[in-house]
């Protein structure tokens, strides 16, 4: 058994869209229409085209909303990203007007930092040590 696909929450499919693809670097897989304005809309890791997808799927669940505020305001991150470097990857993010809300940060193994993906979640990037 193997994670094949997971979602992420978003506001708005069109504004996830250029977030995850043009400033997280993030390659559109899927993009089919569902009727309205809603879409399957799928991204994965450009050097990884057949592995995981991350599903920007529409927050329209009555749930989503007190959920995801929830976490916003415990400051705990919806999803974690992998990245070679943290610290190169917050600088490269804040340069192009990432806001994050926790700064690179050790702990034990990890170094990690947490950012705002401007459609309702924080998202953890990590580098695991050695």
């Known amino acids: 058994m193997k994670i094949h696909l997971t979602s992420v929450f978003v506001d708005d499919q069109t504004r996830a869209e250029h977030f995850y693809t043009r400033v997280l670097g ?3 897989k899927h993009d089919v229409p569902l009727g309205g304005a809603d879409r399957w809309l799928t991204v994965v890791a450009p050097d990884d085209p ?4 991350l599903l920007l799927e529409p927050a329209r669940h009555p749930a989503v909303g007190p959920y995801r505020e929830a976490l916003v305001e415990d400051g705990i991150p919806l999803a974690q990203f992998a990245v070679d470097d943290v610290a190169a990857e917050y600088e490269r993010l804040s340069a192009l007007g990432v806001r994050f809300t926790q700064e690179p940060l050790t702990a034990g193994p990890v170094t990690m930092a947490v950012f ?3 459609c309702g979640n924080l998202i953890q990037i990590a580098t695991r040590a050695g």
Request: aromatic fraction near 10%; charged fraction near 50%; avoid cysteine.
């Open 26 to 28: 993030f390659v559109k």
């Open 116 to 118: 705002d993906d401007t």
């Open 50 to 53: 057949e592995g995981t997808e």
